[in-house]
């Protein structure tokens, strides 16, 4: 059973692209969470999805940032028109269902905008 | 809001010696977990604490959950360098929703 995937594990993007990072969740696990993590710091929530619907979004910035997770195929975090403050490493986590609180990480996503 | 605070943020001990990072809040969680993160990974969990007054061991690491299920502490005892890297705490709310510490960054050296 294949774990969480995230790729790319490296991306890199000139100011102004878009970024999209790609994640797979565990299979049979239903819910997906985004976060943000700056270099010696914890993690910081993004976003919260199930299967076609956004549950939580309370911790992605309105502009520029979407997220989805379609019926079929893996989430994607969408960062449009990037800047550098958007550097940081993107990690994505899924759980089997809303009782089970036990999250299993991706290795991540690197953005660095340069 | 709920927060969850971490302590100490950073850790820098011997081979050998013994220590505990704390996790306190003051919601009360329906559970609570403890990642380890290395670096350029994502964190692994290490454990779940749902009972108040519940105590797990792995290995050299013990964990136990406040009674008020408000607060948990990570023990570890004769730390090794491979204990090193980014311990994170999570608490779950009502709403089954993660909480995270801000992390404690430990250093064991040789």
């Known amino acids: 059973n294949a774990g969480v995937m995230q790729n790319p594990r490296h991306l890199v993007r000139r100011r102004g692209q878009e970024a999209r990072l790609r994640c797979s969740p565990m299979k049979g696990h239903s819910h997906v969470y985004w976060y943000r993590q700056l270099p010696e710091e914890g993690l910081k929530f993004m976003v919260y999805?199930?299967?076609?619907?956004?549950?939580?979004e309370s911790g992605m910035p309105k502009e520029r940032f979407s997220a989805e997770f379609p019926k079929e195929g893996p989430s994607i975090l969408r960062i449009q028109q990037v800047v550098r403050g958007d550097s940081a490493a993107y990690f994505c986590?899924?759980?089997?269902?809303?009782?089970?609180?036990?999250?299993?990480f991706g290795q991540g996503t690197r953005l660095t905008v340069v | 809001t709920q927060l969850l605070e971490q302590s100490p943020q950073f850790l820098s001990i011997q081979e050998g010696e013994n220590l505990t990072v704390y996790c306190n809040s003051s919601s009360v969680f329906s559970s609570l977990q403890w990642y380890r993160q290395e670096p350029g990974e994502g964190p692994v969990l290490l454990v779940t604490?749902?009972?108040g007054g519940e105590v797990k061991k792995l290995k050299r690491l013990t964990f136990q959950f406040g009674d008020a299920r408000k607060d948990s502490s990570l023990h570890i005892t004769a730390a090794q360098p491979g204990d090193t890297g980014l311990y994170l705490c999570?608490?779950?709310?009502?709403?089954?929703?993660?909480?995270w510490g801000a992390g404690t960054k430990l250093i064991i050296k040789p």
């Open positions: 986590a899924s759980s089997f269902h809303t009782e089970s609180t036990e999250a299993f």
């Open positions: 999570a608490g779950a709310d009502s709403n089954y929703q993660l909480i």
């Open positions: 604490v749902v009972t």
């Open positions: 999805l199930q299967k076609e619907n956004i549950i939580d």
